[in-house]
C-alpha cells in the first residue's frame, strides 16, 4: 500500500467512516507499517470536514466499482487450473514456485515485534541463521536489531547477508528449528533470492556512519572485493537525488564543470533538474546548453566521472556537508 501522504489520509477518512467492526477488519489484512501509518494518521486527525469525506467516499465507490472478485480463492483456482492442464506431477513443481512465500506465516509474526525482542530472540544463533532471517525483514527494521548486537557479532552477519545467494528448503527447516515455524512450510519453497550485497548495502545504509565504517573494515579484512562491491551498492549515482538542495549545492561547489557535463549524460531526468534547479540561473543554462550539444560519449567515461563525484559525495558527507539518504546516523544535536 505505497501511499503519498494524501492517500494515507483519504485511507484514514475510509477507515472512520467504516466503523469500529468494519476498520478491525481491514487492518488485519495490512503489513505492521502500514497499520502504524495509518494509525498515527487517524490518531493525528481531530475534524475532517464533510465535503471531503463525501470526496473520499465517492472515490471509493467509483475505485471500487471498477473491481470485481472473479475468484473466492485465486490460491485454490490456480491449482486446480494447473493440475488439470498439465497434470499433477508438473503442476505441483509449478504451483510451489506460483505460491512461494504464501505460506510464510512465522517470519510475519517477527515483523510485528519490536526489535529489540528480535534481537534478544536471536542473540544466540549462528550469523548464518540470523542472516538468514533478518533479510525476511524490511530493511530498516533489520537494521534496527543489527544495532542491538555487540559489534562483532553484526559484522558477522553483515558478512553473511552480504554474501548470501538464497535460501535453500534445507536451511529453511534449520530455521523452522530455531525459532517456532519461523519460516512455515519450508519443506514446500523453493530458493529464495533473499539476501546478497544489495540487501546488505540498504541495511548498513540505515546503521550510521560510525557502524558502517566498522563493518566495513571487518569485511574489507575477509575479502576486499566484497568490501568494495558492498560500498558499490550503498550509494549510487541516482541517489544523489536523496540529498537535499543544500548537499547539492555544496557538492556543486566541488565539481568541474566537465566532469559534471559527462556524468549528467547518464542521469535520470529529475536528477538533472534537481541539479539545475541549484545552481544559478546563468550557470544552469550553460549546462543546459553544453549537455545538448555534447555529442554521445561512452559509458565508461559517464561511470567513472559519476564515480569520482561519488567520491566527493562520500568525503563531503564524512566533512559533516553533506547528509546521504538513509538516516540511521548516531549524530547528535543541541
Not at 28 to 47: C, D
Not at 207 to 212: F, H, N, P, W
Amino acid at each position: 500500500m505505497a501511499m503519498d501522504d494524501q492517500g494515507v489520509e483519504n485511507a484514514a477518512i475510509l477507515l472512520m467512516s467504516l466503523g469500529e467492526e468494519e476498520a478491525a477488519e481491514v487492518f488485519k489484512h495490512l503489513s505492521p507499517k502500514e497499520v502504524q501509518r495509518l494509525g498515527e494518521t487517524i490518531a493525528r486527525m481531530r475534524t475532517v470536514p464533510r465535503e471531503r469525506v463525501d470526496t473520499v467516499l465517492d472515490k471509493f465507490e467509483a475505485v471500487a466499482a471498477s473491481d470485481s472478485m472473479l475468484v473466492s480463492d485465486t490460491d485454490e483456482y490456480v491449482k486446480s487450473v494447473l493440475r488439470k492442464a498439465l497434470g499433477d506431477e508438473k503442476a505441483n513443481l509449478l504451483i510451489d514456485r506460483i505460491l512461494q512465500g504464501n505460506d510464510v506465516t512465522g517470519i510475519e509474526s517477527l515483523k510485528w515485534m519490536d526489535p529489540g525482542s528480535v534481537a534478544e530472540l536471536l542473540r544466540n544463533e549462528h550469523p548464518q541463521i540470523v542472516a538468514a532471517i533478518l533479510v525476511h525483514l524490511e530493511f530498516d527494521q533489520a537494521a534496527d536489531v543489527l544495532k542491538q548486537f555487540p559489534e562483532r557479532q553484526r559484522n558477522e552477519v553483515m558478512v553473511r547477508i552480504a554474501t548470501l545467494d538464497g535460501i535453500q528448503p534445507a536451511a529453511l527447516r534449520d530455521l523452522n528449528d530455531v525459532m517456532s515455524k519461523v519460516l512455515a512450510g519450508g519443506d514446500r519453497m523453493k530458493k529464495s533470492t533473499l539476501g546478497g550485497v544489495k540487501a546488505a548495502a540498504e541495511i548498513l545504509n540505515m546503521l550510521g556512519s560510525a557502524v558502517e565504517t566498522s563493518v566495513l573494515d571487518f569485511v574489507r579484512e575477509a575479502d576486499n572485493d566484497l568490501a568494495q562491491k558492498i560500498m558499490d551498492n550503498m550509494f549510487t549515482f541516482d541517489d544523489l537525488d536523496k540529498i537535499d538542495d543544500k548537499g547539492i549545492q555544496s557538492l556543486m561547489k566541488e565539481v568541474q564543470s566537465e566532469s559534471l557535463v559527462i556524468a549528467l549524460k547518464g542521469a535520470t531526468p529529475a536528477l538533472r533538474e534537481k541539479i539545475f534547479k541549484n545552481m544559478s540561473t546563468r550557470a544552469a543554462e550553460t549546462l543546459r546548453e553544453d549537455l545538448e550539444s555534447r555529442g554521445p560519449v561512452r559509458l565508461s567515461e559517464v561511470e567513472a566521472e559519476q564515480k569520482e563525484m561519488l567520491k566527493i559525495v562520500r568525503r563531503l558527507a564524512d566533512e559533516g556537508q553533506i547528509v546521504l539518504g538513509g538516516g540511521g546516523g548516531d549524530e547528535q544535536f543541541v
